[in-house]
């Protein structure tokens, strides 16, 4: 049985280097070293990149990933607050990093304990005291910094809202045990979630409960230091896999003989070991694209966002286009802030967002967006009719979702729109590349269903971006074909990026350089928008319209995405898009220190716009003819 350093004797030191001590716990992590020379970290450690997202300084907003469930019980049975623990904890234990702590010194995850019952496990229950509260409740999680000197908890949580009958009672082990995400001692100052919570329309109205349905909404919320989106969701289908009428109605889960998982996740950095030669091009590039382009500000400054000023009506789903005005000069996409639109603002609204996090942070709102399976098939097959992909038709259904914020805006303040209008947006695509795994079949032409790659929970994914010119009279397929033709062109060069950084951090002069230079605040919001799409799966549980005779749950809604508001955020809207059975939902997340409560709504009503008439667009339809 492998050892276990215990996390009370820890060294918490958070003044150690982003690469961590040379100093060894041999006792404790010669179980976990890999025989290859090629490891640039050790196999149970955090990689390289994940060592930065550990590193958050303590008055700046962390990477945060969250995914929200409606889950729909069997009708047999009611769910009991402790039951929902113990379920958690036999999915946490499937898991190595959700089982283990981030020792400071080492940058290593280790265990704690041996057996599921021991688990920490971060929960608490909220009541339901109306149809919105699990919004309310994700804008906290999705906003609240973890502790990371606490390494007697995991870096991940979990809030569960409840009916008031099924809330546990007070005295009970599994109300006393509850880690509420801001001490008692410290106050949380609310903060408005900035959209109208019961607009209509197509894309806009999340899917109800049936009125006597038995449901309650749980919400799994990760730093990501321990892995990316895909984990995320591979935590859910864990989770959604215990939750059926034999684990509810159980009379004793035997949680003392579930064992713990003691097989870190592969690291990602320990599959490269690039030579010079290898990494010299891309590194020429980066230094070059870096040198070579101010910072792209698309229109937008990070002033406060005061009340939303009065402006110009939003689109509307139901209008007809009508060609609008074709801007056409040069864009404010490269220009100094000084030729930028006025915006209204007021004083800094000082937020408090956890026991860490100091005030006058941005804070992420989020909107969720539902599109059901009729119409998402309907659009996928329009998309394969152009030769074209759903990825590709999501990210510019964000730009020229983009396009409309920028010419609300510009009219909204009395602009140009000839001069003020961009014709380039920069985009971001998240990908995974767990393809390259030791345990994946992908590449054999294996089930993504079932592949073990996509039930890990670590890091893995790569990200391409680029710039696409989109204006009035661009033709919407075109542009589509061009995203795809990128996203598949620029998989190589995010691969070589991987490398480059392999590289500079297995020589440690270069990577100290490197790290001094690095500044991540300079690179937030210089995209237009990001999308992370976690594909289309079916669903891991019950579907929405199974008999009752399935003992298993339904999800009757779902969605998550990433927070913001932190230093490197890319994306002036960040998109988190998961499809089950054909039902997709879209996180929309955007931080309100640099879009105003007016611009949001325009992008979330011209981007479901958009959607629905792409799926009814001739070949020729044009941005125009989406937007107007």
């Not at 804008?139 to 870096?155: G, S």
């Not at 009035?472 to 620029?490: G, P, Q």
């Amino acid at each position: 049985m492998p050892q276990h350093l215990s996390p009370a004797t820890a060294h918490n030191s958070r003044s150690a280097s982003i690469a961590g001590s040379t100093k060894s716990k041999s006792s404790i992590l010669s179980s976990w070293s890999m025989s290859s020379q090629r490891s640039v970290v050790e196999s149970n450690g955090l990689s390289i990149t994940e060592r930065f997202f550990f590193k958050t300084a303590p008055d700046k907003q962390q990477v945060l990933m969250c995914i929200s469930l409606r889950v729909r019980m069997p009708k047999q049975t009611d769910p009991s607050p402790a039951r929902i623990i113990d379920l958690l904890r036999i999915a946490q234990a499937k898991h190595y990093r959700l089982s283990s702590w981030v020792d400071h010194e080492t940058l290593g995850a280790l265990p704690f304990c041996e057996m599921a019952k021991d688990l920490p496990t971060n929960y608490r229950f909220l009541e339901r005291k109306h149809d919105q509260e699990w919004l309310e409740v994700y804008h906290d999680e999705i906003n609240t910094n973890f502790d990371t000197d606490d390494v007697t908890r995991p870096l991940w949580r979990t809030a569960i809202v409840l009916p008031k009958e099924w809330m546990p009672v007070p005295g009970t082990e599994v109300y006393e045990k509850q880690t509420p995400i801001v001490p008692v001692h410290r106050l949380k100052k609310e903060n408005p979630i900035f959209y109208d919570r019961n607009a209509t329309g197509f894309g806009l109205v999340i899917p109800e409960s049936a009125p006597d349905a038995k449901t309650f909404d749980i919400m799994f919320t990760f730093h990501h230091c321990l892995g990316d989106g895909l984990s995320m969701f591979a935590f859910a289908r864990t989770f959604l896999e215990c939750t059926d009428l034999a684990h509810f109605t159980a009379d004793d889960l035997k949680l003392e003989q579930i064992e713990v998982s003691k097989d870190p996740p592969p690291v990602l950095d320990n599959l490269f070991n690039p030579n010079v030669l290898e990494i010299v091009p891309a590194a020429m590039g980066m230094a070059f694209s870096a040198l070579g382009k101010k910072k792209k500000r698309l229109g937008h400054t990070d002033e406060n966002p005061g009340p939303a000023p009065t402006g110009l009506p939003l689109p509307s789903s139901s209008a007809k286009p009508n060609g609008g005005p074709t801007p056409s000069p040069e864009p404010p996409y490269e220009n100094d802030e000084n030729d930028l639109p006025s915006r209204a603002s007021s004083p800094v609204e000082q937020i408090t967002m956890g026991p860490l996090t100091k005030t006058g942070t941005g804070h992420t709102n989020v909107r969720f967006l539902h599109f059901n399976a009729d119409f998402t098939n309907t659009l996928r097959k329009r998309a394969k009719s152009e030769k074209t992909s759903m990825a590709a038709v999501l990210v510019v259904a964000s730009l020229a979702a983009c396009r409309a914020v920028f010419i609300h805006g510009v009219k909204r303040d009395g602009g140009d729109l000839s001069k003020q209008v961009p014709k380039n947006q920069g985009w971001v695509v998240t990908n995974s590349i767990r393809h390259i795994l030791p345990q994946s079949k992908l590449l054999e032409g294996g089930d993504r269903e079932t592949d073990e790659a996509l039930k890990v929970f670590g890091g893995y994914a790569g990200s391409v971006s680029n710039t696409l010119k989109i204006k009035d009279d661009s033709h919407i397929w075109d542009r589509c074909r061009y995203i795809k033709r990128s996203i598949l062109t620029s998989f190589r060069a995010s691969i070589q990026r991987m490398k480059v950084a392999n590289y500079a951090y297995r020589h440690p002069k270069i990577w100290k350089a490197a790290e001094k230079r690095v500044d991540l605040s300079k690179l937030s919001r210089m995209f237009s928008c990001e999308v992370a799409n976690l594909g289309a799966w079916e669903y891991p549980c019950a579907t929405p319209d199974a008999p009752d005779t399935d003992e298993r749950v339904r999800l009757d809604y779902f969605g998550g995405g990433l927070n913001a508001s932190f230093d490197g955020s890319r994306g002036l809207f960040s998109l988190g898009i998961i499809t089950l059975g054909g039902n997709m939902n879209v996180a929309v997340c955007y931080d309100t220190k640099s879009v105003l409560p007016d611009e949001a709504e325009v992008f979330f009503r011209a981007f479901t716009q958009t959607l629905k008439r792409m799926s009814e667009a001739g070949h020729k339809a044009t941005v125009a003819d989406m937007i107007y």
